[in-house]
């Protein structure tokens, strides 16, 4: 095991290889606040990657219903109470990550999904309990909320499947830091599947190996955000790169949201992994479930953004989600212009921060008749 | 064929016989071993005795068959498994026991019939659910001290046999499709399978290599195939490859089949260089059982066995 520095963690850690960052990291985030689980992500990927045999199962994109919805299976809460509690009150976090908290003769602590712990995602997540009868009650743990939560592989600075690998077919690239399984040397052992504490690595059965999310690498080498984010309807997610925080710079995106106004935070990043995708937390959800999933920066972060509507820099760099397939490396606003700019420096797309807003009279009184289209 | 079958001066004999022109530490002990036996012999053939070291009888062919007559004189070595606790990932638990070992040689190959217990049949992959197999590890050249057992070092290369049972299943006629997996599953279709693709085309056939990547790299994970066995080469833990397919290097064979109590599995290959009746070299072996999720670093496994040939 080496030492390598966390800062999501705020410390350094055990891990199985030495810090070896890429000269880029691809990164994102995604506003939960905005994402309706219409699944179209989840669709753009299914029908572009893994439409072939033996990846029936597989969505390297899904979308599932928290608190109770899992794909795969219980796949958070198995791994967390694997860890058991740790604390960690803000500072440096006090407990164990999953490298350290490896059981003897383990890379890392983990545990393997099987095939009937894929076979239902998004079934029953949002019904409460079927049936009440009359004069019962139902008690559940998390009344009254629920939020969406959209998940690809994060490519991770410290991935749990890349250290798991025994005989490294698991790389991060260099250019990018998009992580991948070597389909060419990959002999299906599964130690991936089972390192991965989100669950993001799949077994093909039909091909023997192991096969993951690849961010689309495709039309990242050409500029281009991957499928999961241009198709998606809410325009909850915006793909860039992140720095390190001594290195962040304000007109990056990614870095604007993550290092300088902290709205945006790593899901679970308790575990070690230094996990790539950031979450703009749920407004509406008790920060005492989200503070697990997201750390201790999310009482802050909820109420950075519901400021949001006071504050013209990160309401307009907000409006940037969804508006171009093109990577912004850069991002400035004038006045009420927010313009998204590419590895270039060209300004690829502009959109206004205020648009005009036109109210329809619910009674028409020239064809004097309601608009309101209830029965 | 090389020297070793004109050692061969007459018919298969029975394992008495064997006994007797034996050569080696085995020799005296399995001539005890058969006076005491001798009466019983009237009836029907003694298997032979077990030997302390994997023999392998110079034989005129090479049965693929485990359950072939001709492995009846063939002398069993008793191979204890120990869990591979060397390397991460570790075999912290111990599973199967011990792999009973008998060997035939017809001079260019050596047959090895490896029979372990296994209650239960892993031959179906997928999620969480691990394969039973084995295989054998034999030094690249005969030195006087091999390499390490654990596949290997720098420089000096192992070459491995592997056998697995999803692989027998394929060469035994389980289709290679995902139904043959999943008896249950309901398919609407996949992209690769609609028209205007004319069924079995080459553009067919590249749209459906687009969604299987290791296919298009030549990963032999890949079904099917025609043998369930793969040469590999390993120069230590974490290394294992596939061995050249070019003319002239290792093309092994193999068949499993169920026993009463497991499994038994014939691996055929080329005799290990420098293999002689006067000179042995090492040999190791390894048993994956798949209930009990084991794959890759996670096996039990040998140290070095000393392989001899006896004509």
């Given at each position: 095991m080496a030492r390598v520095h966390n800062w999501q963690i705020g410390r350094e850690m055990s891990y199985w290889y030495p810090e070896n960052r890429p000269k880029k990291q691809f990164a994102a985030v995604f506003d939960?606040?905005?994402?309706?689980?219409?699944?179209t992500c989840t669709i753009a990927c299914k029908t572009t990657w893994t439409s072939g045999k033996g990846q029936?199962?597989?969505?390297?994109n899904n979308v599932e219903s928290k608190p109770y919805g899992f794909y795969p299976l219980a796949w958070d809460v198995k791994i967390l109470d694997k860890l058991g509690p740790q604390s960690w009150k803000?500072?440096?976090?006090?407990g164990r990550t999953l490298f350290e908290a490896a059981?003897?003769?383990?890379r890392v602590l983990g545990w393997r999904p099987e095939s009937d712990d894929y076979a239902?995602?998004?079934?029953?997540?949002?019904?409460?309990?079927?049936q009440i009868d009359k004069g019962a009650a139902l008690s559940l743990p998390h009344m009254n909320w629920l939020f969406y939560l959209a998940r690809i592989c994060?490519?991770?600075?410290?991935?749990g499947c890349l250290a798991s690998c025994p005989r490294g077919s698991i790389y991060k690239r260099p250019d990018d830091g998009i992580v991948l399984v070597d389909q060419g040397r990959?002999?299906?052992?599964?130690e991936c599947v089972r390192g991965c504490p989100y669950k993001k690595v799949f077994f093909n059965p039909m091909t023997g190996t192991s096969e993951k999310c690849i961010a689309c690498y495709p039309k990242i080498e050409q500029g281009l955000q991957p499928q999961c984010f241009v198709n998606c309807i809410g325009k909850i997610r915006l793909a860039g790169w992140i720095s390190k925080p001594e290195e962040a710079?304000?007109?990056?995106p990614i870095d604007y949201l993550?290092?300088?106004?902290?709205v945006a935070l790593p899901l679970f990043p308790q575990f070690g992994l230094e996990p790539n995708v950031y979450y703009i937390p749920?407004?509406?959800?008790p920060t005492s479930f989200t503070r697990q999933l997201f750390g201790p920066g999310v009482d802050e972060a909820v109420k950075t953004y519901r400021n949001a509507p006071n504050d013209r820099d990160l309401a307009g760099l907000l409006?940037?989600?969804?508006?171009?397939e093109m990577m912004l490396s850069r991002w400035r606003r004038q006045g009420s212009v927010v313009a998204g700019i590419d590895e270039r420096g060209d300004a690829v797309m502009q959109v206004p921060l205020d648009e005009p807003v036109h109210v329809r009279p619910a009674y028409d009184r020239i064809y004097q008749i309601q608009r309101t289209n209830c029965p | 064929m090389s020297g070793f079958s004109r050692t061969v001066t007459g018919p298969p004999k029975g394992g008495h016989y064997d006994l007797c022109v034996a050569r080696g530490p085995a020799c005296a002990s399995a001539l005890a071993l058969t006076l005491i036996a001798a009466p019983l012999a009237a009836c029907r053939p003694a298997p032979p005795p077990p030997v302390n070291e994997v023999v392998a009888l110079v034989a005129p062919s090479l049965p693929i068959?485990?359950?072939?007559?001709?492995?009846?004189r063939a002398p069993e070595y008793l191979a204890k498994l120990v869990p591979?606790?060397?390397?991460?990932?570790?075999?912290?638990t111990p599973s199967t026991p011990e792999v009973r070992v008998k060997a035939l040689t017809s001079g260019g190959e050596i047959a090895l019939r490896l029979e372990w217990a296994d209650a239960?049949?892993?031959d179906t992959p997928g999620p969480g659910a691990f394969l039973d197999g084995c295989a054998i590890q034999i030094p690249r050249t005969l030195e006087a001290a091999p390499p390490d057992p654990q596949m290997g070092q720098a420089g000096r290369p192992v070459d491995i046999v592997f056998w697995r049972a999803d692989w027998q299943a394929s060469v035994d006629g389980?289709?290679?499709?995902l139904t043959a997996l999943y008896p249950n599953a309901a398919i609407n279709g996949y992209p690769f399978e609609a028209r205007p693709l004319e069924p079995g085309s080459a553009a067919q056939r590249e749209a459906a290599t687009r969604y299987a990547p290791a296919q298009a790299l030549g990963n032999?994970?890949?079904?099917?195939?025609?043998?369930p066995v793969e040469d590999m080469v390993a120069e230590?833990?974490?290394?294992i490859a596939a061995a050249s397919?070019?003319?002239?290097g290792i093309r092994s064979r193999g068949k499993g089949a169920r026993t009463a109590t497991g499994w038994a599995v014939v691996i055929v290959r080329?005799?290990?260089?420098?293999?002689?009746?006067d000179a042995r070299t090492a040999i190791a072996f390894a048993v994956w059982d798949g209930a009990a999720r084991e794959a890759g670093a996670r096996k039990m496994r040998t140290i070095w066995v000393p392989l001899a040939v006896r004509g």
């Open positions: 939960i606040n905005k994402c309706i689980a219409c699944q029936e199962y597989m969505l390297w803000g500072g440096p976090y006090e059981d003897a003769g383990e239902y995602p998004n079934v029953g997540e949002d019904d409460c309990a079927g994060n490519h991770c600075t410290y991935p990959c002999r299906g052992y599964q710079r304000a007109d990056n993550v290092h300088v106004r902290k749920p407004v509406h959800v409006c940037l989600f969804g508006s171009t | 068959d485990p359950a072939d007559a001709a492995w009846q591979q606790d060397q390397v991460e990932p570790r075999l912290l239960a049949v892993n389980r289709p290679d499709t032999r994970r890949v079904g099917p195939r025609p043998q230590g833990p974490g290394t397919a070019a003319p002239g080329a005799v290990p260089a420098g293999l002689a009746p």
